[in-house]
């Protein structure tokens, strides 16, 4: 566990496998952003409609959603190295097959299959870090790897607009095989091989099927909502049986011997809120990304470039905060720095809110960089508490439970605010412009308002300072 033979943390094999992880998470991150934008290209190239298109992120949602509590898991009993190793693996055959695509339902079905590497990337990454670096630097490292995450996200737009311009849009897929193989090799030389506490135990695959087909059927319904209708017998079907299936899973985990979600995890207060509170932040998150370019392009009558350009202030100021506020925890908690980060947040927000069609685009960066300031403070803090929080036996788990706060909290973001939104747009469809503005201004309140929330409950976390060096 990056231990040397006197049990001492070794610095040389743990900045390794920082930069090993690193890598692995701007390639995800990356893949991410840049696919949102080469969807245009897509449509055109296989003369489809964005209905059929937009399968191509709602599929990698929907699966890397449903899998991250069951690689989790599976990361406690069989080894995290092994698990990951393998994700990379599926990650880079999944991105090749994806950019040789002859039509959108390969594409859609290859995305399918790249989108379960990433579960096992996303999953067990915080576990590898969280047990090869000591507890004060914990929020470093994870603050190392936020900034490699808005690195991707921030350079994935541009990036990814001009391999597509230049080599086609394959090309954003198959950029992930070099770079997949770089981190893959790394990780392979770098991170040690883990000793799995539960290798004995059963799988528990009534959980972890109930969970995901559960958790699908409620993602599928707030990302669809918006577009068949919040009343339709559909969406309403869908989430009463997803519900259901939801609280089924519950009920299963809490006879089972050896659960996929052991729920006593939440019975530490610490492990609860960081656990709440990411939801909320991505809520608001979210809530900006997709909306915000409704404002510039539509209101405002910026392209798309000059609207990416804009929206690149938030991830820039996250990316530059996050290690810092990593180390800040390091040393005096997360209660401090996650109660000020969603504060921060809720006060970006306010100033989007308060936009206009004639107000300077200054604002809109200076309502963006707060929200960034606000995030970074928050991210890296709060990840280090929650992976603190689990017992060296539930790492693999415990980086399931956050990497699925994070993406519930995107589809809520998405399904919630777009409610509010296209509910307040009404016939003009975003014709109005006064109209899309003033549907933009209430999101916005509406974000604002989840923030002050996810600031209380933050702050209700207590006080978790580390212990000094000499009482570790």
Not at 162 to 173: E, I, P, R, Y
Not at 205 to 229: E, K, M, P, S, Y
Not at 445 to 464: E, I, K, P, Q, T
Request: glycine share 12%; charged share 10%; with cysteine.
């Amino acid at each position: 566990m990056g231990i040397d033979a006197r049990g001492r943390f070794s610095i040389e094999r743990k900045w390794l496998v920082l930069v090993a992880i690193g890598i692995g998470t701007y390639m995800s991150a990356l893949d991410g952003s840049v696919v949102n934008t080469i969807l245009p290209v897509v449509t055109t190239t296989f003369k489809t409609d964005v209905a059929t298109v937009e399968w191509v992120v709602t599929t990698y949602l929907l699966v890397v959603s449903a899998l991250l509590l069951t690689v989790g898991r599976l990361g406690d009993m069989r080894g995290n190295k092994i698990i990951y190793l393998a994700g990379f693996g599926v990650f880079i055959i999944g991105s090749a097959l994806c950019g040789l695509a002859p039509s959108p339902a390969l594409l859609i079905s290859a995305r399918g299959l790249q989108a379960i590497g990433a579960a096992m990337l996303f999953a067990i990454s915080p576990a590898i870090l969280t047990k090869n670096f000591p507890a004060r630097q914990r929020g470093q490292a994870l603050g190392v790897q936020g900034t490699m995450t808005y690195l991707g996200l921030t350079t994935g737009p541009s990036f990814g607009g001009w391999l597509a311009d230049t080599f086609g849009w394959h090309s954003v897929f198959f950029i992930n095989v070099p770079i997949g193989l770089l981190a893959m090799s790394l990780s392979l030389a770098v991170i040690p091989v883990d000793r799995p506490a539960g290798e004995h135990e059963r799988f528990d695959w009534a959980g972890a099927a109930t969970f995901a087909v559960g958790l699908t059927g409620l993602l599928f319904a707030l990302d669809q909502g918006h577009n068949l209708g919040w009343l339709s017998p559909v969406i309403l079907g869908t989430l009463a049986g997803a519900l259901a299936l939801i609280g089924l899973f519950i009920g299963l985990e809490r006879r089972v011997q050896a659960p996929m979600l052991d729920l006593g995890l939440f019975k530490h207060r610490v492990f609860a809120v960081s656990t709440v509170t990411p939801i909320l932040n991505y809520i608001c998150l979210y809530s900006v990304t997709f909306l915000l370019p409704f404002f510039l392009i539509l209101a405002r009558g910026l392209s798309a470039a000059q609207a990416g350009l804009i929206l690149a202030a938030q991830p820039l100021v996250m990316a530059v905060t996050a290690p810092l506020s990593g180390s800040l925890s390091d040393r005096v908690g997360s209660r401090i720095p996650t109660t000020l980060g969603m504060s921060l947040l809720a006060a970006g927000l306010c100033v989007l809110s308060l936009m206009r069609q004639t107000s300077p685009l200054g604002l809109t960066v200076a309502g963006l960089a707060i929200c960034g300031l606000g995030t970074g403070l928050f991210v890296a803090p709060n990840n280090s508490a929650l992976m603190g929080a689990a017992p060296p036996t539930k790492q693999g788990i415990a980086a399931g439970v956050l990497a699925l706060a994070r993406n519930v909290g995107m589809a809520l973001g998405i399904g919630l605010t777009g409610a509010i939104f296209n509910t307040l747009l009404g016939p003009s469809g975003g014709a109005d412009r006064a109209i899309l503005v003033h549907a933009f201004d209430v999101s916005m309140v509406f974000a604002s308002g989840v923030a002050v929330l996810a600031a209380g409950v933050s702050f209700s976390r207590g006080n978790d300072r580390p212990l000094r060096l000499d009482q570790a």
